[in-house]
């Protein structure tokens, strides 16, 4: 009956697993005058795909991130506080210590309220940047909904990512329009290859105050793709950190909403799917890359013993044979890794710098992964080489692997005999030339008898 018992919960626990890569611990940090039943339809897409949720208030006391130094938790969802901070636990410090301990984080904005300094703060630390006016929202007036912002022209709708970027079409494909209403502006303050628009805001729109008169020209801070609703940053580690403009696209409302765009049909919104896909991406559901096997051995016809994989000595000019497992997690399971069309997986055999780098050709596939390999020669030059594959892609986690090896000289044993080499026949037959004319000399001398005189002498 225990047996039972004990299978029976395992396969429970199986099946609510988390589809996220990275855990289940999802913290959604709200505050207290928030109404968490507008956003049920989210919490429960959340708890179907197996997370473990757990509500708190900025100002609770229970809250922190950390649990005798590690992670309390695996994943962070921030809803715009409609306070000044917040709270002690979740200072701009807090934040940034959970992204350099692999944690993942959303942070959600809203136009209808002036955003806070701790958020302001915290989104510098990240290199994204508010309105200098908190009350700021972006407008279009030709990418609106007429149906619920018909004066206002403050809830853009706008085409799902992978109509406008062929990068992210893998995370965030699909068809239909997605609402955001009341998006609150930001702008990327560099171009840091950790930092990454998911959607840009149309040619069309820019931001102002609609407490405000009409601006002037002058007055507008940032226009059309200057503008973004979506922001994310990847770091090193492959932490992500993600920045929604509008909270209020999570709502129950948007999901099953109804909108028309001026001069079009009256449609439904895709929010839900684009809700999931971007969640899913920030909490490593996608995109997450794993190296497997890592191979490498002299270049030989047939199958290498299990003795011979991965030596630590090379020697110059052998014919070396590398390859590289590379699998895909989407959503819920591993899947083979394919590359992006023009994009190539490298390898890097190097010291101080390259002496080859080479383009990994995938050369079999497994259930779960594919396999990349190449094959060249090792450099005429001995010292520590490394074999190294460093892959950063935009949405991918980074592969980063590096393995070191000696390559050394011939030994004396492995010289080729000078008649094997053609090259060196002339320098050989001027040796024996030398050697030949001398004892041809000797000989002559030898042999050669003095010449007799005849002359008498006189006294």
Request: with cysteine; proline share 5%.
């Amino acid at each position: 009956m225990r047996w039972c018992l004990a299978f029976l919960l395992v396969c429970f626990l199986a099946t609510v697993s988390a589809l996220s890569s990275s855990g289940s611990r999802l913290l959604v940090v709200l505050d207290e005058s928030t109404e968490k039943s507008s956003f049920s339809t989210l919490w429960s897409d959340l708890e179907g795909r197996g997370y473990d949720l757990t509500f708190e208030s900025p100002k609770s006391d229970k809250l922190s991130l950390f649990a005798h130094g590690e992670r309390a938790y695996d994943h962070l969802l921030i809803l715009p506080p409609k306070s000044k901070g917040l709270g002690p636990a979740l200072t701009p410090k807090h934040i940034i210590d959970f992204l350099d301990k692999d944690g993942n984080v959303i942070l959600a904005l809203t136009g209808k309220s002036a955003t806070s300094s701790s958020i302001s703060s915290l989104l510098l630390e990240v290199d994204v940047h508010l309105s200098n006016d908190r009350s700021a929202v972006v407008v279009d007036h030709f990418n609106y909904d007429t149906l619920s912002a018909s004066e206002k022209h403050n809830v853009l709708l706008l085409k799902r990512p992978d109509a406008l970027r062929s990068d992210v079409k893998a995370f965030f494909d699909g068809e239909g329009v997605v609402a955001f209403p009341n998006v609150a502006p930001q702008t990327l303050g560099s171009d840091s290859p950790l930092l990454m628009p998911i959607l840009k805001a149309p040619a069309t729109a820019y931001a102002y105050n609609p407490k405000e008169e009409t601006p002037a020209p002058e007055d507008i801070e940032a226009t059309g793709s200057q503008l973004n609703i979506i922001s994310a940053l990847q770091s090193r580690n492959s932490a992500r950190f993600t920045v929604l403009g509008s909270v209020e696209s999570l709502e129950n409302q948007w999901f099953t909403a109804s909108v028309k765009a001026p001069n079009g049909k009256k449609v439904s919104t895709a929010n839900r799917e684009f809700a999931k896909q971007l969640t899913g991406w920030t909490f490593k559901e996608t995109g997450v890359l794993k190296v497997g096997k890592i191979e490498h051995h002299l270049a030989t016809d047939g199958e290498v013993a299990a003795e011979d994989l991965n030596p630590k000595i090379y020697r110059i000019k052998n014919e070396t044979f590398f390859s590289i497992e590379v699998s895909e997690y989407v959503y819920d399971k591993w899947v083979p890794f394919e590359l992006p069309t023009g994009d190539e997986l490298q390898l890097e055999f190097t010291m101080l710098s390259p002496f080859h780098r080479l383009a990994l050709q995938p050369t079999s596939r497994t259930e779960t992964s594919t396999v990349y390999s190449t094959q060249f020669v090792t450099p005429d030059q001995h010292g520590i080489f490394s074999f190294r594959v460093n892959y950063k892609r935009p949405f991918l986690t980074n592969i980063e692997e590096k393995h070191e090896v000696t390559v050394r000289h011939f030994a004396h044993d492995e010289y080729p005999r000078s008649w094997a080499i053609s090259g060196g026949w002339v320098w050989i037959a001027g040796l024996w030339s030398v050697i030949g004319g001398f004892l041809a000399f000797v000989v002559v001398w030898l042999y050669s008898a003095p010449i007799a005189d005849n002359a008498k002498k006189t006294q």
